[in-house]
């Protein structure tokens, strides 16, 4: 199954924008590409996925490269409750999700 | 729309006890998850059921670890003897659809087995 590679953590201060890089270099065809945040002593949280466009939604951006080996997790304006670990995925339907370690987000005041 | 609901949040128990979780899904979603977290790392599918029926639990300790889900809805994941090492958290999660919808994860069961 393609794994992913994440910065283990990253920082941003609040109100600025926060561009989470997420590399898959061995992504199939049918992956689609997930991105689940989990804050402190709950599950983890559906952020947005895609398959080969960009996408957005009132949480995030996603924007997959060209050749769909790297993606990045966008979060437009940092507050302070975005401070979670990020977790990128790939999924082809019907199989299960790897999570590894995630990135860890600061936001700093 | 009510969100996956388990129960209970918190459960201590000593090694060689049994323990068992609860876990009801979002209504509609025939997929359900359920996963182990253990500190500081990402959660690891332990089973995967479609409506009834069991769809993948490779990871599933099958030799302690017991999961149903009866009628497509409500399931139960059962940990008979508990060791040391099975202290985590226990998250349940559905989908309408696995792979390509968006899972909703519940609360999560704490375990601590001591």
């Known amino acids: 199954d393609a794994k992913t590679t994440q910065p283990n953590s990253m920082e941003s201060n609040e109100e600025e924008p926060v561009h989470l890089p997420c590399n898959h270099s061995t992504i199939s065809g049918t992956d689609y590409i997930h991105w689940y945040r989990q804050l402190p002593s709950q599950g983890p949280e559906y952020v947005i996925h895609g398959l080969t466009s960009n996408v957005n939604n009132r949480m995030a951006s996603l924007a997959i490269a060209e050749d769909r080996k790297s993606s990045t997790l966008i979060l437009h304006r940092a507050t302070l409750r975005d401070a979670a670990v990020y977790y990128c995925i790939l999924r082809a339907t019907g199989n299960q999700f790897y999570f590894g370690t995630g990135t860890s987000l600061t936001v700093i005041p | 729309e009510a969100g996956v609901a388990q129960s209970p949040r918190y459960k201590i128990i000593e090694k060689r006890q049994s323990v068992a979780f609860w876990c009801n899904p979002i209504s509609g979603h025939a997929t359900l998850y359920w996963y182990q977290q253990i500190l500081g790392q990402g959660p690891k599918l332990l089973i995967q059921f479609q409506n009834n029926g069991v769809v993948d639990d490779s990871q599933l300790p099958k030799d302690r670890f017991s999961a149903e889900r009866l009628k497509g809805v409500d399931s139960t994941l059962k940990i008979q003897p508990a060791k040391l090492e099975d202290s985590a958290v226990y998250l349940c999660?559905?989908?309408?659809?696995?792979?390509?919808?968006?899972?909703?994860f519940g609360p999560g069961t704490r375990l601590t087995v001591l």
């Open positions: 999660a559905s989908s309408l659809e696995a792979g390509t919808s968006p899972e909703f």
